[in-house]
């Protein structure tokens, strides 16, 4: 039975008690989306008499803070199919020690260390001491979208900068949430997955230039979603991933491409897709796909594939129209 639990949730807060393990592990699910099973010291103990949990957000990522006394948790098959989401958590430990295990490791935590865990697999965790840490919560789809896409490799530990930058950031984060405009809130999201990513690489490094072909990937998924957008700019896509246009160039650069050239290239697809399957005007075409007009879209049209969009459309009809030639079978005896 714990004594007081305190929740705190933006900017309420409030404590009540007293709560048993039930009432907290029904709270923790409601108010994070992950459910435990949880086991608390016993006999209890004036440490494992209180427990705090207070929860904010950066943008779509949930901040939670959690401190108590000795624990023992587990996410097995229940709590997992009790998840709503695929979820990575980046969790910062800020006092105490325990034990986490989850993919056939067990990690040795202290004060400092980072890890990441998944909301898919089950885990364990055990505390002999009072703890405290902050997670940071994230779809899967989100970290992969922006092109840091995090590993669970190992905790990131010791005075390396990288590790030392990301737990004075997440400090000041902790603190400026509540005041941060929207804007400032998507910023600081996003320099908040950097940094974790940067952070996880210490221990185990990668090839910059899986980052650069993820964020291509992100920004081509993004493109291919706003194709039918006239002012689809590099400016606007740019900003959509919270990068430089330059970044963005060098992006298509690395690969000998640009922007523009394969923005168009999209788009020349999607009409001959259309051309070959649909009955659609060119005009209407033009329109749908981001074109100036019909005249526009019939110079790039050709330049690509040496015909009109019309003359291409009456090819595609009498290909399919021509029945396949029958190759004669020989019958001949062997």
């Given at each position: 039975?714990?004594?007081?639990?305190?929740?705190?949730?933006?900017?309420?807060?409030?404590?009540?008690?007293?709560?048993?393990?039930?009432?907290?592990?029904?709270?923790?699910?409601?108010?994070?989306?992950?459910?435990?099973?949880?086991?608390?010291?016993?006999?209890?103990?004036?440490?494992?008499?209180?427990?705090?949990?207070?929860?904010?957000?950066?943008?779509?990522?949930?901040?939670?803070?959690?401190?108590?006394?000795?624990?023992?948790?587990?996410?097995?098959?229940?709590?997992?199919?009790?998840?709503?989401?695929?979820?990575?958590?980046?969790?910062?430990?800020?006092?105490?020690?325990?034990v986490f295990g989850q993919?056939?490791?067990?990690?040795?935590?202290?004060?400092?260390?980072?890890?990441?865990?998944?909301?898919?697999?089950?885990?364990?965790?055990?505390?002999?001491?009072?703890?405290?840490?902050?997670?940071?919560?994230?779809?899967?789809?989100?970290?992969?979208?922006?092109?840091?896409?995090?590993?669970?490799?190992?905790?990131?530990?010791?005075?390396?900068?990288?590790?030392?930058?990301?737990?004075?950031?997440?400090?000041?984060?902790?603190?400026?949430?509540?005041?941060?405009?929207?804007?400032?809130?998507?910023?600081?999201?996003?320099?908040?997955?950097?940094?974790?990513?940067?952070?996880?690489?210490?221990?185990?490094?990668?090839?910059?230039?899986?980052?650069?072909?993820?964020?291509?990937?992100?920004?081509?998924?993004?493109?291919?979603?706003?194709?039918?957008?006239?002012?689809?700019?590099?400016?606007?896509?740019?900003?959509?991933?919270?990068?430089?246009?330059?970044?963005?160039?060098?992006?298509?650069?690395?690969?000998?491409?640009?922007?523009?050239?394969?923005?168009?290239?999209?788009?020349?697809?999607?009409?001959?897709?259309e051309l070959r399957v649909?009955?659609?005007?060119?005009?209407?075409?033009?329109?749908?796909?981001?074109?100036?007009?019909?005249?526009?879209?019939?110079?790039?049209?050709?330049?690509?594939?040496?015909?009109?969009?019309?003359?291409?459309?009456?090819?595609?009809?009498?290909?399919?129209?021509?029945?396949?030639?029958?190759?004669?079978?020989?019958?001949?005896?062997?």
């Amino acid at each position: 039975m714990l004594k007081n639990m305190e929740v705190r949730t933006g900017d309420a807060a409030g404590v009540a008690g007293p709560f048993d393990r039930a009432d907290w592990e029904r709270f923790l699910a409601a108010e994070t989306g992950l459910p435990w099973l949880l086991r608390f010291s016993s006999p209890p103990s004036l440490d494992a008499d209180h427990a705090v949990v207070r929860r904010s957000w950066a943008d779509d990522i949930a901040v939670l803070d959690w401190e108590s006394g000795p624990f023992s948790a587990v996410r097995g098959a229940r709590q997992i199919a009790g998840t709503d989401d695929d979820y990575l958590i980046l969790s910062v430990m800020g006092a105490g020690s325990a034990v986490f295990g989850q993919n056939g490791h067990d990690w040795q935590l202290g004060q400092g260390d980072i890890f990441l865990w998944e909301s898919r697999s089950p885990a364990q965790m055990v505390a002999r001491e009072p703890v405290a840490t902050r997670s940071f919560v994230v779809r899967r789809r989100v970290q992969e979208d922006m092109g840091c896409q995090l590993r669970m490799d190992g905790p990131a530990r010791g005075p390396l900068p990288e590790v030392q930058l990301l737990r004075s950031y997440v400090d000041a984060l902790s603190t400026s949430l509540p005041r941060l405009s929207d804007a400032a809130a998507v910023a600081a999201r996003n320099a908040l997955l950097e940094l974790g990513w940067g952070a996880l690489q210490s221990a185990s490094p990668r090839d910059p230039l899986a980052v650069l072909s993820a964020r291509r990937a992100a920004v081509e998924r993004y493109v291919e979603s706003h194709l039918g957008s006239r002012d689809l700019s590099p400016e606007e896509v740019a900003a959509a991933h919270s990068i430089s246009v330059r970044t963005l160039t060098r992006l298509f650069s690395a690969a000998g491409d640009t922007f523009t050239g394969v923005l168009r290239a999209k788009r020349i697809a999607r009409v001959r897709e259309e051309l070959r399957v649909g009955d659609a005007t060119v005009v209407s075409l033009a329109q749908r796909w981001g074109f100036v007009d019909s005249s526009h879209l019939n110079r790039r049209f050709r330049a690509v594939y040496g015909v009109s969009p019309q003359e291409y459309r009456r090819r595609a009809a009498r290909t399919r129209a021509t029945p396949p030639v029958e190759q004669p079978t020989d019958t001949t005896d062997r």
